[in-house]
Every structure is written in C-alpha cells, then in structure tokens.
C-alpha cells in the first residue's frame, strides 16, 4: 500500500528545539520532519548526542518544540494547553523505555490494570484486556508473579503490554532492548513487531541495535538537526 492510503499516525513537520538563550543557546533540532504511519516500525539510529531522546521527547508532547508542527492522531498540538497535550498524550502514546520502570509492589496484571482504571475502565474490564494482552505475548503464566519474579525479557514484554493496554496509536521505544543479552533482546523485539502488524500501532524505536533496526520497516537518522531516511 502507498502512503497516500495510510493513515499519519504521527507527523513532524520543520521541528526546531533550541535550549538556553542569547549566546548560550544550543540547537539541537533544526527542521526536523518526520511521518510515522499506522501499522509501521521505523528504528531511529544515531550516534549519542544527535538528539535522538530530544526527538522522542517531542514527538511523545512531553516537550514543546521551539518551532515547528507536532500532529498526533490528526490533532495539530501546538496551540494545544497542557492539559489538552496531556489528555492526548494519555489516549494516544504508550512509551516502553530501556528499564522497564514496572511498579515492584504490584504484579504483572496489575501493572496493566492500573494504567486503564486511570483512564477510566472498570477493574474488570482493564483485568479481561490485561490477560488477554499478556497471553498474547506468552505471559499468561506469569500474570500474579511481581517484576522480581519474572526474567529481564519478560519484563520488558510486560512493559511492552502495559505501553499497549490503553490502545494508542503509537508506541514510541527509547531502547528497549538496550539492557538486554542478543537472545532476549531478539524476542522482545519480535514481540514489538508482532503488536505493531497486529494492532495497526505505528512505532518509534531509538537503538544502536543495528541488527533490530534492519529488521523494521523504515530506518531514520539525525543529521544536522534534521531527521534523515537510511538505506
């Protein structure tokens, strides 16, 4: 399919991000643009510094650009309030990161049940989702074990559902296979990829894993500020 008959997901369009002022003033993002389509991986791959976190910063409303269009799910953002970007932000984008930043109190169905009571559903219907989510990703085993309990792999695939289990439209992933050996990291990743084709998720991921990376769809870098397709 072309993109003509896709939906954006999740555009940026010449996105500045400047820190600091006067003379102490650091560019970071200096026309950024980028479309993130439903239904598709794209692996943001650049050295450190290039502002790959910056990126995802703004691309999940947890920053404002200096300049520039953010459009999440078709809502243009930069009017938006702060509580306008937090609601869509809560509706629209999960977020996995490198350490899997699960609540040690609770177990792995509650760590997905509390996510969608906050949004609003009822307990039983965020606790049907929530082991559906972990069956679906081979964890329905291990649905009353704590973090503690489980393996380094299996709690990254618990984060990856908690991401998910409020339905976004996108999930963005700032190296979620970062703290893990090859073996794993090539099963949390296969489960990234299956929930994207399964559910229409459009996904971007930052690693330095460039064996992962050739596996998605597309593959971007920031050069000089500016996000650049690779290969």
């Known amino acids: 399919m072309n993109d003509a008959g896709r939906f954006a997901a999740l555009t940026l369009e010449a996105v500045e991000r400047r820190y600091g002022r006067g003379e102490t003033t650091v560019e970071v993002l ?8 439903a239904g598709q991986s794209v692996a943001l791959i650049a050295p450190s510094g290039a502002g790959k976190s910056t990126l995802l910063h703004l691309a999940g409303l947890l920053e404002r650009p200096s300049a520039g269009e953010i459009t999440v799910a078709g809502a243009p953002t930069s009017t938006m309030s702060d509580d306008q970007r937090t609601a869509l932000r809560r ?5 996995v990161y490198q350490f899997h930043q699960l609540l040690p ?3 792995a169905l509650e760590n997905l049940v509390l996510p969608q009571m906050i949004a609003g559903l009822e307990r ?4 049907k989702r929530a082991s559906e989510l972990l069956a679906y ?5 291990r649905a009353s074990h704590r973090p503690a309990e489980l393996s380094g792999g299996e709690q990254q695939r618990v984060a990856i559902a908690r991401a ?3 339905s976004p439209r996108i999930l963005l992933a700032d190296e979620p296979t970062g703290n893990l050996d090859p073996k794993t990291a090539g099963h949390v990743f296969d489960t990234l990829a299956s929930l994207v084709k399964a ?5 971007l991921v930052a690693t330095h894993n460039m064996e992962l990376a050739a596996r998605m769809d597309r593959r971007v870098t920031i050069r000089e500020g500016r996000v650049a397709e690779v290969g």
Request: hydrophobic share 55%; glycine share 12%.
């Open 124 to 127: 039983a219907e965020a606790a």
């Open 30 to 37: 200096t026309g950024a643009s980028l479309t993130l389509w």
């Open 164 to 166: 998910v289990a409020n």
């Open 199 to 203: 559910t229409g998720l459009a996904a």
């Open 137 to 141: 990703l081979g964890l329905a085993k």
């Open 105 to 107: 109190e609770f177990t």
């Open 91 to 95: 509706s629209q984008i999960g977020f």
